[in-house]
């Protein structure tokens, strides 16, 4: 098992950036998949990016490629998404997830482990 914790959320003008970082708690992080979802007010939670365990291969949602870029560090027992060129529309509560030796990225019900959240505003 794994225990994941969000935070660096905040209140943000467009075009500006923002870190979030996931540390998590439990053995064997370098064994999970991680991600990044977001969900914004009445819309569906959708996959933001995620990391493979195996050899850190990154997947982004094609709203957020070449702005959004994630990061891990398997020493540290963290996920970082970092965030630039930020609009308005991206404007959600961002949620880690975890899944272990997962080759599935895409679809949050593959990922059984979640962080709490932290909330994004990206203000115009």
């Known amino acids: 098992q794994v225990q994941l914790v969000d935070s660096g959320g905040g209140l943000v003008q467009a075009g500006g950036s923002l870190r979030l970082s996931c540390a998590a708690a439990?053995?064997?992080?370098?064994?999970?998949?991680m991600a990044w979802f977001r969900q914004a007010p009445g819309r569906e939670r959708e996959f933001v990016a995620a990391?493979?365990?195996?050899?850190?291969?990154?997947y982004y949602a094609d709203s957020v490629k070449g702005r959004f870029t994630i990061s891990r560090d398997n020493a540290k027992n963290t996920v970082s998404l970092q965030m630039s060129s930020l609009k308005t529309e991206d404007t959600a509560v961002y949620y880690c997830?975890?899944?272990?030796?997962?080759?599935?990225?895409?679809?949050?019900?593959?990922?059984?482990?979640w962080g709490q959240g932290t909330q994004v505003i990206v203000s115009s």
């Open positions: 439990g053995r064997s992080f370098g064994t999970y998949t």
């Open positions: 990391i493979s365990w195996s050899d850190s291969s990154t």
């Open positions: 997830a975890a899944a272990r030796f997962s080759s599935s990225y895409y679809s949050d019900s593959r990922y059984p482990y």
